[in-house]
């Protein structure tokens, strides 16, 4: 069974300071994908980033970094020099592509407050 | 171009009603998913269609359907409303499966309330 844990319900910094948002995730796949989403109050999720389980390489996108590393089965986000417009809840997600098409597993989701 | 857009936004329903939520993928995307957001179960997957058929199905029961046209437009019905279907429904789209490592894309999401 798939499984995705963000074991940080909430969390609460001060504007430029540096926040990483945990993900821990179960399969028995060896092929799969994860995927970092941000949802606004709007209620839209808004794709950030997605990551095929071949590919280890951890990447950087303006201030924006995540770390995946199999051995461990997680998939770390950290935002860096945090803004206001960073205060959204962040899900983690993971797809089984056995059986064919798309079907998201998604984490429980983490609530970020960046305050002045 | 255009993203996925669900229509309505909003929406109040009595108990015992039905209603039926609208989904228009990005262009060019095949695969549509539905999923369901309240606060006390997160975000659970509903279904999946990939030309016109349904390809995943969530563990919901079977007062909750969907179809997909030809144009790749879905529609999701839930008959016989409940309060606990009052949640935040969200549609999602991409070129064809997670398997060929499609993102996937979501709409704004129709908020249903059941009173």
């Known amino acids: 069974a798939q499984k995705v844990t963000q074991a940080q319900t909430e969390i609460s910094v001060v504007e430029k300071e540096d926040v990483t948002l945990d993900c821990v995730y179960e399969?028995?796949?060896?092929?799969?994908?994860l995927f970092w989403y941000k949802q606004p109050p709007s209620g839209e999720l808004v794709f950030l980033i997605r990551?095929?389980?071949?590919?280890?390489q951890n990447e950087i996108s303006g201030r924006y970094s995540w770390n995946f590393q199999k051995s461990t089965s997680s998939f770390n986000f950290t935002i860096t020099a945090s803004q206001v417009v960073d205060s959204a809840v962040y899900f983690c997600?993971?797809?089984?592509?056995?059986?064919?098409?798309?079907?998201?597993?998604f984490g429980t989701g983490t609530q970020l407050k960046v305050e002045l | 171009k255009a993203g996925v857009t669900q229509t309505p936004r909003y929406l109040i329903k009595t108990r015992g009603q039905q209603v039926t939520l609208s989904c228009s993928p990005i262009?060019?995307?095949?695969?549509v998913s539905w999923y369901q957001q309240t606060p006390g179960q997160g975000l659970q997957f509903l279904f999946e269609?990939?030309?016109?058929?349904?390809?995943n199905k969530g563990n919901f029961p079977g007062r909750f359907s969907g179809r997909q046209f030809s144009n790749s437009r879905s529609e999701m019905n839930v008959s016989t409303l409940e309060l606990g279907d009052s949640a935040l429904y969200l549609c999602?789209?991409?070129?064809?499966?997670?398997?060929?490592?499609?993102?996937?894309?979501f709409g704004e999401g129709s908020w249903l309330t059941v009173v």
């Open positions: 999602a789209s991409s070129l064809e499966g997670s398997e060929s490592g499609n993102t996937i894309y």
């Open positions: 990551r095929n389980s071949f590919d280890e």
């Open positions: 269609y990939f030309s016109e058929t349904q390809r």
């Open positions: 997600a993971l797809s089984q592509p056995t059986g064919g098409g798309n079907k998201l597993t």
């Open positions: 262009s060019g995307h095949r695969s």
């Open positions: 399969t028995r796949d060896t092929t799969y994908y």
